[in-house]
T-cell receptor
Framework: GAVVSQHPSWVICKSGTSVKIECRSL??????MFWYRQFPKQSLMLMATSNEGSKATYEQGVEKDKFLINHASLTLSTLTVTSAHPEDSSFYIC?????????????FGQGTRLTVV | AQRVTQPEKLLSVFKGAPVELKCNYS??????LFWYVQYSRQRLQLLLR??SRESIKGFTADLNKGETSFHLKKPFAQEEDSAMYYCALSGRNAGNMLTFGGGTRLMVKP
């Protein structure tokens, strides 16, 4: 199946700094990518939908200035957590669908564990 | 708005016992339903989708529009089925996104 690669897998940063997470579709073009956040023992919470060449669509309650999303190409989307604080510590997961149909499979990255100290 | 509910956070069964992971959805239209699975230390992956009407690893799921349910079933659970299972919905007007349920952790005991 198709592969979505996320980098880094794990990052620790100081409070107040910014962290960039990359999400790449390795063998298919992803017009749309999705960013999720997962708290311990909880489900995935959609943060935003990232469309290539246009602004991301953020879910209610997600600060767009805090979580900057860029989708510069059909194979790369980035999530930058700006001025990170300990409450931003979480597991961030990206996914991409291989087509535009509602029935198409979503492929997930391995996730990035962010710890802000 | 679309919503997916998985009422059980944890389901524990013995090996060989039947398994049913419940999923109910709310959507005004014809949704596409999926089951995703996350094994320990692995990424989330598709298990099955209702449109394919297939059986994967012995699991099946039938879409019941009357009850707005998409329960996942397996007649005889195996230890390797232990994982986190997520029901997901994709709607026509939802920008191609998937809405996930809260997940159910399945533990199959020997």
């Amino acid at each position: 199946g198709a592969v979505v690669s996320q980098h880094p897998s794990w990052v620790i940063c100081k409070s107040g700094t910014s962290v960039k997470i990359e999400c790449r579709s390795l063998d298919f073009q992803a017009t749309t990518m999705f960013w999720y956040r997962q708290f311990p023992k909880q489900s995935l919470m959609l943060m935003a939908t990232s469309n290539e060449g246009s602004k991301a669509t953020y879910e209610q309650g997600v600060e767009k200035d805090k979580f900057l999303i860029n989708h510069a190409s059909l194979t790369l989307s980035t999530l930058t957590v700006t001025s990170a604080h300990p409450e931003d510590s979480s597991f961030y997961i990206c996914s991409a669908r291989g087509g535009t149909g509602r029935w198409t499979e979503a492929f997930f990255g391995q996730g990035t564990r962010l710890t802000v100290v | 708005a679309q919503r997916v509910t998985q009422p059980e956070k944890l389901l524990s069964v013995f090996k060989g016992a039947p398994v049913e992971l419940k999923c109910n959805y709310s959507y005004s239209g014809s949704p596409e339903l999926f089951w995703y699975v996350q094994y320990s230390r692995q990424r989330l992956q598709l298990l099955l989708r209702h449109i394919s009407r297939e059986s994967i690893k012995g699991f099946t799921a039938d879409l019941n529009k009357g009850e707005t349910s998409f329960h996942l079933k397996k007649p005889f659970a195996q230890e390797e089925d232990s994982a986190m299972y997520y029901c997901a919905l994709s709607g026509r007007n939802a920008g191609n996104m998937l809405t996930f349920g809260g997940g159910t952790r399945l533990m199959v005991k020997p």
